[in-house]
Every structure is written in structure tokens, then in C-alpha cells.
């Protein structure tokens, strides 16, 4: 799975730009080790050249968050979301229940602070699309909640629907219990004898390998993922993904939200043949004379 990272660079809600961190000049310096490493085989191998070729299934952006932009979130969310309680729980499956402050809670875009926050994640997602796929595209934020969790709560195996053909989802994660920030994240015993590695975790399932696939050379297609407070992850909405449930003092609060994406012109004619896109200009061509009639 491929993993892009990008820190953001806004001093404030008010936006700013986005930039490509150190992992970045890391992967530079690997690219360099590797073609050593390369030339090194040419010469022990009598000439025979070899290259990886890895495919990924899918990519995930993880974007970290100043922690004075978290901090103002959480005021907003104290202050405005909470003693607003308009519930968002109808049309979502979090079983937010087990305690009186369980909620998932509608986060409106229409005032100051939700409207800096849609223009941060705009932005985000936009260069999700850009960075991950190449793609011709922008990302417009279709909704957005908060989730507040406590001990027992949990979130079953569910993906997010959009307005769009594709589209993109995503969290941020804005408070973590203690119980879970001390899970020290080593999975290499697996979860077996009940001891709780991942309670309060992230599960993200993109395929149904089993244990003996990955045995038969098969790509695992599961991970785990610990919360941290200010880190947001953006990816597919196709994704399946699922919280598990903690059993501690404290909240699990994040914010969820979904994406349009809108495709230019240039990327829906990306796949479409001469015939397609001759009917396709066509129809764009009568809908501007149609628009320019009811004018």
C-alpha cells in the first residue's frame, strides 16, 4: 500500500498551502541507494539487469495538522457543535451509544470556522487527487461530522457513498484517550490472548487475502491504523474500514468527512474513444445553446 505523506503548512484556519516534507528528500536519497545497489548487481551478476516492479492497490495521504488548527477545531466543536446536538446518526452505522456524550454530530460548512475548515480540506483532498492518481481533477467536500467515542463504542465495517463517480473520505483525528496512546502498536504477536493491541484502532480492509495467501507470495490487504491526535488520513471512498472498540477513561473525538470529485473535461475523455468523445463534445455543445436560450 503507498502511502503519500505531506505536512501542512497552514499557520491558522484560514488556509495556506500544503508542502511535501522531509520523506519526500528520503525517498531521493533511497533512489540514489538503489541505483547503487543496482550497479553493484550488474557487476556480480555477469550483466543481468534486474528491476522490482511494486503495484499498489491503492493510495492513502496522511496529513499531519499544526496543533493550534486542532486546538481551534476542538474549541469550535466545545462551544458551538456540541451544545448544538444536532445528531448526524440517522444516515451513518457508528454505534456512538454507550455513554450520555456518545454522538456523531453535524458539522456545519456555512459559518466562519467550518467554512476555513472545507477550504483546508478542499485543498487536501485536491491534492490527494493530484499527487496520488495524476489526475485532472478537484475535490469538493460533500459532508462532514464528528464522532465522539467512548468506551464500548464502536464503528462497523462500512465504506462512504458521494454525489460522484469517484469520490474521496477521510478523518481527522482530534482527541485520543490515554488508554490507547499507550498501545505500544507492535503487532508482530498478533492480537491473539486477548490483549487488546488493537482496541481503539483503525482496521482498513481493501481485498480478502487470508494468512495463507500472504504464505503463497500474496499481498497482505488489511492494516491496522493507531489514532494520533492532528493526523488525518484521506483515501478511496470504496474503502472499507471499521473502529474497534476501547474499553478505557476518556474520548475518542474525530472528524469524518466525504468528497466530490469533479473531473475536467481533459480527465472524463482520458478513456473515452474518438467516437465517445465526438458525442460528448456534442453533448456539451447543446447543453451551452440550451443555457443560452432559457437566457
Same mark, same amino acid.
Given at each position: =500500500?503507498?502511502?503519500? !505523506?505531506?505536512?501542512?503548512? *497552514? ?48 493510495? !492513502? ?57 472545507? *477550504? ?24 462532514? /461530522? ?41 503487532? *508482530? ?16 480492509? /481493501? ?6 495467501? !500472504? ?22 471512498? /470504496? ?14 473525538? +474525530?472528524?469524518?468527512? &466525504? ?12 478513456? =473515452?474513444?474518438? &467516437? ?7 453533448? !456539451? ?5 440550451? +443555457?443560452?436560450?432559457?437566457?
Amino acid at each position: =500500500m503507498g502511502v503519500k !505523506i505531506f505536512d501542512g503548512g *497552514t499557520d491558522d484556519l484560514g488556509g495556506g498551502t500544503l508542502q511535501r516534507n522531509e520523506d519526500q528528500e528520503q525517498a531521493l536519497e533511497d533512489a540514489v541507494h538503489l541505483k547503487r545497489e543496482e550497479e553493484k548487481h550488474l557487476e556480480q551478476n555477469h550483466g543481468l539487469r534486474v528491476a522490482l516492479r511494486p503495484i499498489n492497490a491503492l493510495n !492513502i495521504m496522511r496529513v499531519e495538522v499544526p496543533e493550534d488548527v486542532i486546538a481551534e477545531i476542538n474549541t469550535h466543536i466545545d462551544d458551538v457543535i456540541i451544545p448544538a446536538k444536532k445528531s448526524y446518526a440517522a444516515g451513518l452505522v457508528g454505534q456512538m451509544k454507550e455513554n450520555e456524550k456518545s454522538a456523531q454530530l453535524e458539522f456545519p460548512m456555512d459559518d466562519e470556522v467550518g467554512a476555513s475548515v472545507k *477550504t483546508i480540506l478542499n485543498q487536501a483532498g485536491t491534492s490527494f487527487l493530484k499527487g496520488g492518481y495524476q489526475r485532472d481533477s478537484h475535490a469538493e467536500l460533500h459532508n462532514i /461530522w464528528t464522532n465522539h467515542a467512548y468506551a464500548g463504542d464502536y464503528n462497523p465495517f462500512h465504506d462512504h457513498g458521494v454525489a460522484t463517480a469517484a469520490g474521496l473520505s477521510g478523518f481527522l483525528w482530534l482527541k485520543v484517550p490515554e488508554c490507547i496512546k499507550k498501545s505500544d502498536g507492535d503487532l *508482530t504477536q498478533g492480537i491473539n490472548n486477548a490483549n487488546g493491541a488493537v482496541d481503539g484502532w483503525t482496521h482498513l480492509v /481493501w481485498g480478502v487475502n487470508t494468512r495463507k495467501d !500472504i504464505y503463497q507470495l500474496r499481498p497482505p490487504t488489511e492494516d491496522y491504523v493507531k489514532p494520533e491526535e492532528g493526523v488525518m488520513l484521506i483515501f478511496p471512498n /470504496w474503502l472499507k474500514h471499521q473502529v474497534l472498540p476501547f474499553f478505557g477513561e476518556g474520548e475518542r473525538r +474525530s472528524l469524518a468527512f &466525504n468528497w466530490n470529485v469533479i473531473d475536467s473535461d481533459r480527465e472524463k475523455k482520458k478513456h =473515452m474513444s474518438d &467516437n465517445e468523445k465526438e458525442k460528448y463534445d456534442a453533448a !456539451i455543445a447543446k447543453k451551452k445553446e440550451e +443555457s443560452k436560450i432559457g437566457h
